[in-house]
């Protein structure tokens, strides 16, 4: 039995736009790379002064579902139409989480083209929906770690669990009668 992965687009799901995600999705690993280099003629090679991550393309092959009429799918095609613009006719900037990964959300706009492929009788349509993410990186809800410390301690432990290199804000809060005399704060990075 195929998996069929489910996503939510401007916080409305798919099933709820009555199209689902169809097998042979284009969800990049990494968006493309915009390389800055220098080629100097009669030298070898080029001058690698490093790269930038370029937007992220997501191509997502689609078709409406439980149209069983023409006049269903005229809607479901509306419905699609009136989340992807705003009241402007202009592309409306959506949040665009896989539930795949349901912690991890894209920013995203309709950018290209988007025809639709009708197909028996006109009562079913599959069609590629093409949204770019201007901002290549997924982002997820910021969390946070409190500690309490009831007693002298020589060392507290508090680490970043993620794969992110993420500054830390620390904040102590004296509950306490007596003064905090001194605080040492080291910063470790492993590897």
Same mark, same amino acid.
């Given at each position: 039995?195929?998996?069929?992965?489910?996503?939510?687009?401007?916080?409305?799901?798919?099933?709820?736009?009555?199209?689902?995600?169809?097998?042979?999705?284009?969800?990049?690993?990494?968006?493309?790379?915009?390389?800055?280099?220098?080629?100097?003629?009669?030298?070898? +090679?080029?001058?690698?002064?490093?790269?930038?991550?370029?937007?992220?393309?997501?191509?997502?092959?689609?078709?409406?579902?439980?149209?069983?009429?023409?006049?269903?799918?005229?809607?479901?095609?509306?419905?699609?139409?009136?989340?992807?613009? =705003?009241?402007?006719?202009?592309?409306? =900037?959506?949040?665009?989480?896989?539930?795949?990964?349901?912690?991890?959300?894209?920013?995203?706009?309709?950018?290209?083209?988007?025809? @639709?492929?009708? @197909?028996?009788?006109?009562?079913? +349509?599959?069609?590629?929906?093409?949204?770019?993410?201007?901002?290549?990186?997924?982002?997820?809800?910021?969390?946070?770690?409190?500690?309490?410390?009831?007693?002298?301690?020589?060392?507290?432990?508090?680490?970043?669990?993620?794969?992110?290199?993420?500054?830390?804000?620390?904040?102590?809060?004296?509950? +306490?009668?007596? =003064?905090?005399?001194?605080?040492?704060?080291?910063?470790?990075?492993?590897?």
């Amino acid at each position: 039995m195929a998996i069929v992965h489910r996503f939510t687009l401007g916080g409305v799901t798919d099933t709820t736009l009555g199209i689902q995600l169809a097998p042979g999705s284009d969800e990049p690993i990494a968006p493309r790379t915009r390389d800055r280099t220098v080629v100097i003629p009669g030298r070898a +090679g080029a001058w690698d002064f490093g790269a930038d991550m370029r937007e992220r393309t997501f191509v997502l092959p689609c078709q409406f579902v439980n149209c069983t009429t023409q006049a269903l799918l005229a809607a479901a095609i509306r419905t699609l139409a009136d989340l992807l613009f =705003d009241d402007d006719g202009e592309p409306e =900037d959506l949040t665009l989480v896989f539930t795949k990964e349901s912690t991890k959300t894209y920013t995203v706009r309709y950018s290209g083209k988007l025809p @639709i492929a009708r @197909i028996v009788a006109g009562e079913v +349509g599959t069609f590629k929906l093409p949204l770019t993410s201007f901002d290549p990186h997924a982002y997820a809800v910021e969390s946070t770690d409190s500690k309490s410390i009831t007693v002298n301690a020589d060392y507290v432990d508090v680490t970043n669990g993620g794969n992110v290199k993420t500054p830390c804000e620390i904040t102590i809060t004296n509950n +306490g009668v007596a =003064d905090i005399d001194w605080l040492r704060i080291v910063c470790r990075q492993s590897k």
